[in-house]
Nanobody, 118 residues
Framework: QVPLVESGGGLVQPGGSLRLSCAAS????????LGWYRQAPGKQRDLVAV???????NYADSVKGRFTISRDNAKSTVFLQMNSLKPEDTAVYYC????????????WGQGTQVTVSS
């Protein structure tokens, strides 16, 4: 059973919007911080946004004001609403679940491609 499954990627024109979803298997994820990372070709994987179990959020400077992260603990799902997309947002987006302590594992999704191009 795959712990994290992303969906919602695709091709969009500059200025458009996409909503990514990441479904986690198991109610334990309600205690995890959930986040989105992205990796463009030839570049390192960088944090895009994260939301703690308490609902606190943090964003990369490059997406502030354009992206919104949210979570639905009842459905063990985290979302990334992406607006005003730019070509430089093109990357594979990965969902991440970070545990509150090291006794629990960290999880990664398989990634979903987001391409912003006209």
């Amino acid at each position: 059973q795959v712990p994290l499954v992303e969906s919602g990627g695709g091709l969009v024109q500059p200025g458009g919007s996409l909503r990514l979803s990441c479904a986690a298997s198991g109610s334990i994820f309600s205690i995890y911080a959930l986040g989105w990372y992205r990796q463009a070709p030839g570049k390192q994987r960088d944090l895009v946004a994260v939301i703690t179990s308490a609902g606190s959020t943090n964003y990369a400077d490059s997406v502030k004001g354009r992206f919104t992260i949210s979570r639905d603990n009842a459905k063990s799902t985290v979302f990334l609403q992406m607006n005003s997309l730019k070509p430089e947002d093109t990357a594979v987006y990965y969902c991440n679940a970070r545990p509150p302590h090291s006794n629990l594992p960290t999880y990664w999704g398989q990634g979903t491609q987001v391409t912003v191009s006209s």
